[in-house]
């Protein structure tokens, strides 16, 4: 079993930055690759980034290219998004997910574990 713990959500102002992380357990964590994907209420759960298991390949959404960095450190089983010059648009519960193989994936159903999630509220 895999235990994925986001955290670093919060409100913040638009053009600000937020740091996410995912503390992952139960699995070697560099086995699979990894993805955050978003979901607001009035939307279906969206792709953010990915990032193959050592870390060589990465895949952002149009939405947020440019803006977002995925990067992966495997000696602390942890996955971080950093977020810069947010948006009201980019409000959501940010999950990040783990994939069965080790590419970088951008559709949901090729994960198979998932954290909770962490609220990211930007404000204009």
């Known amino acids: 079993q895999v235990q994925l713990v986001e955290s670093g959500g919060g409100l913040v102002q638009a053009g600000g930055s937020l740091r996410l992380s995912c503390a992952a357990s139960?699995?070697?964590?560099?086995?699979?690759?990894m993805g955050w994907f978003r979901q607001s209420p009035s939307k279906e759960r969206e792709f953010v980034a990915c990032i193959s298991r050592l870390g060589a390949n990465t895949y952002y959404g149009d939405s947020v290219k440019g803006r977002f960095t995925i990067s992966r450190d495997n000696a602390k089983n942890t996955l971080y998004l950093q977020m810069n010059s947010l948006k009201p648009e980019d409000t959501a519960v940010y999950f990040c997910?783990?994939?069965?193989?080790?590419?970088?994936?951008?559709?949901?159903?090729?994960?198979?574990?998932w954290g909770q999630g962490t609220q990211v509220t930007v404000s204009s």
């Open positions: 139960g699995r070697t964590f560099s086995s699979g690759g």
């Open positions: 997910a783990q994939a069965g193989g080790g590419g970088c994936y951008i559709t949901s159903s090729q994960y198979a574990y």
